[in-house]
């Protein structure tokens, strides 16, 4: 029998594209995207479920006969900062309902998106080990990094096969993300594209760990679909593929546009990005999972330029 996924925030940047990757891997009756709004796309099958409803994402389960689950709903950095009352509810005690409920229920497996946001200044800023000391500086980083320990408890208690990326900033044409402290990596190419002036919320040179999204896809399934004896991070895997400045990326873009024109007007997102790491070590995932990277900057801009011009239509 084929495994019944669920996937909430399906209607984000990363739930819309994983939850068509993994309709062709197991039939798109199988895989029942949630949210809390209709989706503008298609996204079907849907259900509308609030992620702080415990009873009601039981009777989803039941329903449907779940028997994976994508967490992928939560509120992020910089959007956090204005809710922070809010973003723990939605990000940290959701979370552990759902635990709890996966565990009651018996689901089979379980995937739980860590971030770069769960480093701080306590923790070396180039080439981030898998090991260190978290001491996050926004409340999205906090419970994440709250999220990621309650993980590794459900799997050493219970022995619920919980799986956990901690995905660098996320760069893909299928959408605009909303909230985060790296989505200047996006909203760069609709201006290049439009022909517009692009006015940055960092500085030039803030170097970040990055990652296009078709390989945030593929690493995720990737994981999830590896056997068990094999997964030795109960936590949270580092993840990374490339780190760049917004600088490096504007002057990558250039080479297509080279009327573009950018400036630097840093907001209260400068001191979140600088709290966080500039790259990562994933070694733990690649000699555990084969985990391997296939974009980099040149790549990933080729590709973002080549999409984006058939959406935009310019």
């Known amino acids: 029998m084929k495994d019944k996924i669920l996937i909430t925030g399906a209607n984000g940047q990363l739930g819309r594209v994983l939850a068509a990757r993994l309709r062709a891997k197991y039939g798109k009756d199988n895989v029942l995207a949630t949210d809390i709004k209709e ?24 329903d449907h006969k779940i028997t994976q689950i994508y967490h992928l709903a939560a509120i992020l950095s910089a959007k956090g900062e204005w809710a922070p009352k809010k973003t723990w509810n939605v990000n940290f005690n959701a979370v552990l309902n759902i635990l709890a409920l996966s565990e009651e229920v018996g689901i089979k497996r379980f995937f739980f998106p860590s971030t770069i946001a769960v480093f701080g200044k306590t923790t070396p800023r180039q080439m981030t080990p898998q090991h260190c000391p978290l001491l996050p500086e926004t409340v999205y980083g906090i419970s994440k990094a709250t999220g990621e320990y309650w993980c590794n408890y459900f799997y050493k208690r219970y022995k619920l096969d919980v799986r956990s990326l901690r995905y660098p900033g996320i760069v893909g044409y299928q959408s605009l993300p909303e909230g985060g402290t790296t989505d200047y990596a996006v909203e760069i190419f ?72 950018i400036e630097y007007k840093p907001d209260f997102r400068q001191k979140i990005a600088e709290s966080w790491t500039e790259s990562i070590d994933d070694s733990y995932a690649r000699k555990d999972w084969n985990w391997n990277h296939q974009y980099d900057l040149q790549e990933m801009v080729k590709t973002m330029i080549k999409e984006l011009r058939n959406i935009l239509k310019t």
């Open 190 to 261: 609709h201006a290049a594209i439009k022909g517009e002036k692009y006015i940055c919320f960092l500085d030039a040179d803030t170097r970040l760990p990055m990652m296009y999204i078709e390989d945030a896809i593929r690493g995720t399934i990737e994981l999830m679909d590896d056997r068990h004896e094999n997964i030795s991070i109960r936590s949270s895997y580092n993840l990374a593929a490339m780190s760049f400045t917004p600088n490096e990326i504007y002057q990558e873009i250039k080479k297509y546009y080279p009327n573009f024109e």
């Open 39 to 62: 989706p503008d796309f298609d996204n079907y099958p849907f259900e509308f479920l609030d992620i702080l409803n415990k009873k009601r994402f039981a009777e989803v389960i039941k």
